[in-house]
Structure formats: structure tokens, C-alpha cells
């Protein structure tokens, strides 16, 4: 039960408050001490001038007004018990000065408040943005159970230039992960083109390789620099579909690091037929990228991720083996769960380095049991 004078068990407001928001009291308090200590004999009234600039900086208007009128009030009062000190003129300056620093710290305490109010408002609402551009992975779709890590190097920032998104089709659950070239809002634009086309794109083409080059449609259409055509925007990708046969993954690799499987008995890299990034297509001479297969036997985990995990780099330089981490962690006998393996190679990176600064996505999925096969619509 929540003890009396708090609030769901946590200790009361003034207990919470930071060491910052008890400088303007300590300020005052030093000054009696001082004056007290001296009986009078020094003036040291004139420390009490900084005391509201102190307190606009972590208390509200009223609380920064209150502060300069306390300290004019104590600097007065320490002048009278000095018989005449209390009209002599550099007290008199002493005043005025406290005042208009008083009134100034108000003013700037008001502007603080109202500029941090607008940064709340425009914060939730770029966040609630982001959250809706890359939306948290359900834990299970259908016959797949999946779960995912995101984490922008942009400090401040939800979203980077890392996307990824699963979804359940008429054709099967499918899943994309990649990694935009760049970063800033042109990456984030690139994002929101390919996340948008995937979502409705999975649904309506049967084909993979199709649905890449749907999504290759997309940057070229949503280019975020307008009609000079970035000759250097690409995205690489893999686009993966757990058929709704069962039992297989498939994938289309679009210079994308290729998938691990993590089961029972360790961990190994899936072969893929590697395709110029999304965005470079019309260079490839070979035309549409390859769709390869690969059966999944119980207990195997399919990650995915982006290079701000495997270029990851520790105080050596060296790059995170994502490989071998995961093939030492895991193996052991048991079916991992999707949810184990992205918690640890999100703490592991995050012990590999320290100081990582690029956007890192982990995607991990797992078929839990065979479904029934149905007709799929034609694309």
C-alpha cells in the first residue's frame, strides 16, 4: 500500500526534485549563514542578486517573481540592522539591481516554461509520427510468432533510416527489413515511402520478386529531393514470406546482409542470390532478382538485421560477430524464442560498443506450427 504524503509509493513531488531545483534555497540559505557568521560586519547581501536567475532557470514565473522579492526583501533588512546602510547609495544600486534582475529572470522563466510547453506538444506529436511509421511487431501472426529491436543513432530520434515490418497476407506472413543510404529526413521520407508501398503491396502481388520491384517503384516515386533524382538513394533489403504451405522461408536479397538461423543446434547463414540494392535496379543487367527457398526445421529462429549491428564495432575496431555471438550464446539443445534472441543481441552490441551511432534493427521470426494451406488470390 502506498505510504501517506505519496503518490503510488513514490516519495513526495519536493523529494523528487533535482539538485538544480534546490540551488536558488541553497543560495539563500548560504547568505544567512554568511550574514549570521559576520553579525553585520560585511555586506554579503550582494550574493542574493544571483539568486533569480537561479531560480528561472528550474522554477516557474511565480516562483522566480517570489525569489526576487525574498531576496530584495533580505537584502533590505540586512542594510537596516547596519545603522546607515540602508539609504547609502550603493545599497540603493543593490536594489535596483536586484529588481531588475528580478524582473528579467521572470520574463525568462515565463519564455522558458512556454518554449518547453511547445517542444512537450511538438514532441508527442513527432512521436506519435514515428510510432505510426514503424509500428511495434506483433508477438505472433498467424502460424509465425516474431519480435523486433529498433534503435536510431540519431539521439533524440524513434525512426532513422532502419526500417522493418511484418504482416499477415493472403499468400503467407511476410517480412522486410532494410537499410536506408544516409541519414536525416531524406532517409526518414525513404523510409515512410517503403513501409507505406510494403503495407499495401504485400497484399496485392504474389510474386516476391514483383513485390521488390514494387518497392523499387516506390523511392523512385517518393524521391525526397524532387526532380533531380538522387543518383546515390538506395535502400538494400531482404524481403522474406513464411508461405502459407508451411514449413519454408523464402527471401529476396536486395544487398542486404543475409539472414542467420538460430535453432537447437547453433547457428548458421542462409544462402541467398544477392540483387543491386532497391533504387539501383535499372543497373543490374541480370533483370529481376532471385527468390530462394530454404526449409526451417522446428525449433529455428530466422533473424534479420541491419549493418548497425554487424559493422557494430568494439574499442579495438573490431566488427560484432553476429554470427558467432549468437552461435555461442544459442545451441544448446533447446528451441530458442524470438524474444531471447533479439534481447540478447541487443544487449550484446550494446556491451560490443559502446558509442554506437548508427541506426540498428533486429528482426527475429519463428513458425509454430504448420498451417492449412488455402488458395491464395491471383496478383
Not at 525568462?108 to 513527432?126: D, E, F, K
Request: charged share 20%.
Amino acid at each position: 500500500m502506498p505510504r501517506k504524503g505519496s503518490s503510488n509509493g513514490r516519495p513526495p513531488l519536493l523529494l523528487r526534485q533535482g539538485w538544480v531545483w534546490w540551488l536558488p534555497f541553497a543560495a539563500v540559505l548560504a547568505d544567512l549563514v554568511a550574514e549570521l557568521a559576520l553579525s553585520g560586519r560585511e555586506p554579503v547581501s550582494f550574493l542574493l542578486v544571483g539568486v533569480p536567475p537561479l531560480a528561472a532557470a528550474t522554477h516557474g514565473p511565480r516562483g522566480t517573481a517570489l525569489s526576487a522579492v525574498v531576496c530584495l526583501g533580505l537584502q533590505m533588512l540586512f542594510a537596516a540592522r547596519r545603522p546607515g546602510h540602508f539609504d547609502e547609495q550603493h545599497h540603493v544600486a543593490l536594489y535596483a539591481a536586484t529588481l531588475i534582475i528580478g524582473i528579467v529572470s521572470t520574463a525568462l522563466s515565463w519564455q522558458r516554461v512556454r518554449t518547453r510547453a511547445h517542444l512537450i506538444r511538438a514532441n508527442s506529436v513527432a512521436e506519435a509520427m514515428q510510432r505510426a511509421l514503424l509500428r511495434p511487431v506483433p508477438h505472433r501472426l498467424g502460424p509465425v510468432r516474431a519480435a523486433a529491436f529498433y534503435s536510431a543513432g540519431e539521439g533524440g530520434t524513434l525512426v532513422g533510416g532502419d526500417l522493418y515490418d511484418v504482416c499477415a497476407t493472403p499468400f503467407g506472413v511476410r517480412a522486410i527489413i532494410g537499410d536506408v543510404r544516409g541519414k536525416g529526413l531524406g532517409a526518414v521520407q525513404t523510409v515512410a515511402a517503403v513501409l507505406g508501398s510494403f503495407r499495401v503491396s504485400a497484399h496485392e502481388w504474389q510474386d516476391l520478386t514483383s513485390l521488390a520491384e514494387r518497392l523499387e517503384l516506390s523511392i523512385a516515386r517518393n524521391d525526397p529531393v524532387g526532380d533531380t533524382n538522387d543518383p546515390e538513394l538506395f535502400v538494400t533489403a531482404l524481403v522474406l514470406e513464411f508461405p502459407l504451405s508451411g514449413g519454408e522461408v523464402r527471401i529476396v536479397d536486395r544487398g542486404h546482409p543475409p539472414p542467420i538461423v538460430v535453432g537447437p543446434d547453433g547457428a548458421r547463414r542462409l544462402a541467398t542470390a544477392p540483387a543491386l540494392p532497391l533504387g539501383l535496379g535499372a543497373l543490374s543487367p541480370g533483370g529481376a532478382a532471385e527468390t530462394t527457398a530454404h526449409t526451417l526445421r522446428p525449433g529455428d529462429v530466422v533473424v534479420v538485421h541491419t549493418d548497425g549491428v554487424s559493422e557494430a564495432r568494439d574499442g579495438t575496431g573490431a566488427f560484432y560477430p553476429v554470427l558467432e555471438r549468437l552461435a555461442t550464446r544459442f545451441g544448446d539443445g533447446r528451441a530458442p524464442d524470438p524474444a531471447d534472441v533479439v534481447s540478447f543481441v541487443r544487449a550484446d552490441t550494446a556491451r560490443w560498443a559502446k558509442d554506437c551511432d548508427d541506426d540498428q534493427a533486429v528482426l527475429a521470426l519463428t513458425l509454430t506450427d504448420r498451417p492449412q494451406s488455402r488458395p491464395a488470390p491471383r496478383a
